[in-house]
């Protein structure tokens, strides 16, 4: 049920329906989704969570802006963390890690095709965590979940820019290149890769929001 409201609360952010500013009461919210508080409570949390909400003093939870320093920001700390991750996790990958990869792959490709961005998101995380994990460090891969966390309503806006725009392959092309050299345990190739990735993530980003004013 907490699934079912979070995917409601979250569309109607992402449409427009609820403003930058909304204020998420919980009981209002139940009533039009038609559940009892506590699902509500744990979709409002998990907003948060992602960066599509947050708290204010005496308003409670409302629905956050997107702020091109925040992303910055965000994006600077993804690229510290994750091209060292990249680089340990191509040097110590098997065969059963790449294929982990490579099956992700296709099913992004597939998430693309079907302009299904939540999915996409899902299984790009996936790649990348089955790249990173072979690294050996578990506190740095927890760590960067929880980046991905805080700026999944950014990666969203990236995504959603890229299926809109007709022969844009920044959302797969990056990851293609990424699983072939995690093959051939070319670590520095990797770590290239995740570098070039993530900065033209945040370009793409920064573009959207200034269009989007």
């Known amino acids: 049920m907490a699934d079912r409201v979070y995917e409601v609360l979250h569309e109607a952010i992402m449409s427009g329906e609820f403003p930058v500013g909304y204020r998420l009461r919980i009981r209002d919210l139940a009533a039009q989704v038609g559940t ?11 907003l ?5 909400a947050e708290r204010v003093p005496h308003r409670g939870a409302v629905v956050k802006g997107l702020q091109l320093t925040e992303l910055v920001h965000v994006y600077d700390v ?4 994750e091209v060292e991750a990249a680089r340990g996790g191509a040097e110590r990958i098997g065969a059963v890690g790449v294929g ?3 099956e992700e792959l296709r099913q992004m490709r597939r998430a693309i095709a079907e302009g299904d961005v939540i999915s996409y998101l899902d299984r790009d995380e996936a790649l990348l965590a089955a790249l990173y994990e072979a690294s050996g460090n578990p506190v740095l891969l927890t760590t960067i979940r929880t980046m991905w966390q805080h700026c999944r309503a950014y990666k969203t806006v990236g995504a959603r820019a890229s299926l809109d725009t007709p022969g844009d392959d920044a959302l797969w092309r990056y990851q293609e290149r990424l699983v072939d050299a995690a093959e051939a ?3 520095e190739a990797a770590a ?11 370009d793409r980003i920064k573009a959207q929001l200034n269009a989007e004013g």
């Open 36 to 46: 009892s508080e506590m699902p509500v409570r744990e979709a409002i949390r998990r």
């Open 192 to 202: 290239a890769i995740t570098n070039e990735s993530l900065l033209n993530a945040t």
């Open 48 to 52: 948060e969570e992602a960066g599509f």
């Open 100 to 102: 982990r990869m490579r």
């Open 78 to 81: 993804r690229r510290l963390l």
């Open 185 to 187: 345990r070319d670590a």
